[in-house]
């Protein structure tokens, strides 16, 4: 995991190449930003997102779902991130497991150093990840990690 790939994020993202998805509803997230906004402003006011990369083959991922929405109602930002590469599948997996948070849905890339599913990272405002989880990840253990986290990051700040 690396700034590369958030890199590449973000120019498949100006290019109109992802997809928000929320709840059934889809639109190309350039043209999503203000329905993204309230989750970048609840990143920036903690200065950190999860991340979590889902494929809709992947059972720990379909387990982990009610976990993250539940983090994500209480206020933690979490942004899902389907590696499908069939738009269809990441679709009907949302259908089937949905959730309030806001998904991309986009294609594995051979640049995309993701291999293992689910994989969960927080990231700073900068896009560097502070936190890595590979495979299934317990709330309890995520928790922690934002807590210890955001507090270093207030730390930091002037």
Known sequence: ????????????????????????????????????????????????????????????????????DGLYRNGMPVLGYSMDEDRFLADEFLRRYPVTFPNLIGQATEANPIQVFPTTVIINPQGQPLYVHQGELDETSLVNAWQKLKAESEVVRP
């Open 1 to 68: 995991m690396n700034r590369l790939l958030l890199s590449l994020l973000m120019l498949a993202a100006l290019a109109g190449g992802l997809t928000a998805k929320n709840m059934g509803d889809s639109t190309p997230l350039s043209q999503a930003n203000g329905w993204l906004k309230p989750l970048f402003t609840q990143s920036s006011e903690s200065g950190l997102l999860i991340v979590n990369f889902w494929a809709s083959w992947c059972a720990p991922c379909r387990r982990e779902m009610p976990m993250l």
